[in-house]
């Protein structure tokens, strides 16, 4: 009976110490810099499914270009996802980029502690996944965290003139032409205290979001583009 009791303790010890583990240190990977950009590895919060009310979620792991002179702006583009144990210890479930580096002139290659590999284009933002792994998930999560958010500004429909009809490929001359929209309505003062912009690309849509972390008092921007015609689909400025 004793050595009943003795080994359900023990059981009982080893799950407690699997559910509360703690993580070691975190792997130090400098960003790397080429011209004008810092590219750094970065998250992009927990994407969820269903409502997060129901869906213990999805931690997201990515790559930022962050802009080094003005306008400031962080670029966030995914590269894979881990699906969270609502059982264990959140720390205990990260999955680090543990090495960053270019390739060559236009390629990071992307190392994470599960030894997925990945590599990014910095002039197209395309990411492939050289692991056996189906990571699929990852954009579905992505796309859908953002159709909901510009699907839900939709109807904040942008009334002035259209911009010329162009494509947009490059992060930067989206920036360009959210400022060229932005500051005649709200002022360029008021705007450019809201860098770092953050930027992210849902399919041909550009959104663009002023950040309430830098020096705004008066809340933000969002602004939705169309990556193919330059159209300015959706614009609101939250008040605070």
């Known amino acids: 009976m004793n050595k009943r009791i003795g080994l359900f303790f023990l059981l009982a010890c080893l799950l407690a110490n699997s559910v509360y583990a703690k993580r070691g240190p ?17 998250g992009d919060g927990y994407f969820y499914k269903e409502s997060r009310w129901f869906d213990s979620g999805y931690d997201s792991y990515g790559i930022t270009i962050k802009s080094i002179n003005e306008p400031k702006f962080y670029f966030y583009v ?3 996802t881990i699906k969270l144990n609502p059982d264990l210890e959140s720390d205990t479930q990260i999955v680090e980029i543990k090495s960053m580096e270019f390739k060559d002139e236009e390629t990071i290659t992307v190392v994470n502690e599960r030894d997925q590999v990945f590599e990014f284009n910095i002039n197209t933002y395309e990411v492939k996944n050289l692991s056996k792994a189906d990571d699929s998930t990852t954009a579905e999560l992505y796309d859908l965290k953002y159709k909901r958010i510009i699907e839900g500004n939709a109807w904040h429909k942008y009334k002035g003139t259209q911009p010329k009809k162009k494509k947009l490929l490059k992060v930067e001359d989206v920036v360009a032409l959210a400022e060229e929209i932005l500051f005649p309505l ?6 450019r205290k809201e860098q770092p912009y953050i930027v992210r690309k849902y399919k041909n849509k550009w959104y663009v979001k002023g950040n309430k972390s830098g020096n705004s008092v008066d809340g933000v921007f969002e602004i939705v583009i169309n990556a193919d015609t330059s159209r300015i689909e959706s614009l609101v400025h939250w008040l605070y």
């Open 26 to 42: 975190q792997p130090v990977v400098e960003p790397l810099q080429k011209g004008d950009y810092i590219y750094d590895r970065g």
């Open 78 to 80: 995914p590269l894979y």
């Open 186 to 191: 709200f002022g360029e003062e008021s705007i």
